[in-house]
């Protein structure tokens, strides 16, 4: 029988914090403190949409022992906004840019660290290094999405964009671009772990159009930015991830100009690629390319 997932089990070994925005707003995140004996730079963690903190588990937990500090924020408008009226709503990358920025200040000044993100979190962590707004070391894109397996026509964007006008509040679930339902696609082949994402209280199951036009205009960004894209790089695909095709995540990687970049594709891996079957492999491929070790 498979062993049931919670929170507490995704989470063990952190630390609750607060972080504060660019203007003053406060959010909650996650630490995992470096343990061991060698001391390691820092790692920031950024998750997808209506992800949270937890998600970042067994990622932040492996790279603890190996004697990282794994910080992991809270996004503003998604699920853990403290904020409900920005749930499923706010997304503007200027604002993201700058709570990212704020955070950097005030836990990240004095050491060097690393950036990881996670399919939405990933084109916030590309807009957010192309911009200035943080200086990462080496930076890690898990499953980015930059782009919908089934690309919506710019017609059906521009109708999206006049309705937003009109219906600013209005909410419905992306989830009818990826597979036509509203219901949680797979996202991972272990089922305790798809039975915890369907009951997750910071799910958000509706976003405002205006999000949803945004949430376009933040994929087709980082599709340009990525020719600006120029500290070390690695790149995880998924062979059965719902959102985008292998030979999209692909073209994307190509776009990237930084010298120093690795692709690596798990053709039976879903969209969750530390809560999947190659979750050892995920692993230490991102340890091994933060401590800059060449294999």
Known sequence: MVSAVTYEHLTRGARQFA????????????????????????VLCIHGLSGAAADFGPLARHLSAEGFTVWVINLRGQGNDPDPRRRGHFLDPQEWRADLAAFAREFLADHPFHLVGESMGSLVAVDAVTHGALHPRRLVLSV?????????????????????????????????????????????????????????????????????????DL?????????????????????????????QSRAFFNRISAPEKEYVFYPESHHLLW??????????????????ARP
């Not at 972080?19 to 001391?39: C, I, M, N």
């Not at 809560?275 to 800059?292: F, G, Q, S, Y």
């Open 19 to 42: 972080w504060r925005g660019h203007d003053d707003a406060s959010f909650p995140g996650l630490v995992w403190e470096a343990s061991g004996r060698k001391s390691q730079p820092h």
């Open 144 to 216: 980015p999405v930059t782009e919908t397996r089934r690309p919506v026509p710019l017609w059906a964007i521009a109708m999206l964009r006049q309705a937003g006008q009109w219906l600013p509040r209005c909410k419905f679930s992306p989830l009818r671009f990826v597979h036509g339902k509203t219901s949680l696609p797979r996202l991972t082949s272990n089922d305790a772990y798809m039975h915890y994402l369907k009951k997750i209280p910071h799910r958000v199951n509706g976003f405002t159009i205006d999000f949803l036009t945004r949430f376009h």
């Open 219 to 247: 994929m087709e960004g980082a599709q340009q930015s990525a020719g600006r894209l120029e500290i070390p790089t690695l790149m995880l695909s998924a062979g059965r991830d719902v959102f985008i095709r292998p030979d």
């Open 275 to 292: 809560h999947d079957v190659d979750t050892d492999d995920v692993l230490a491929r991102i340890t091994r390319w933060i401590t800059e």
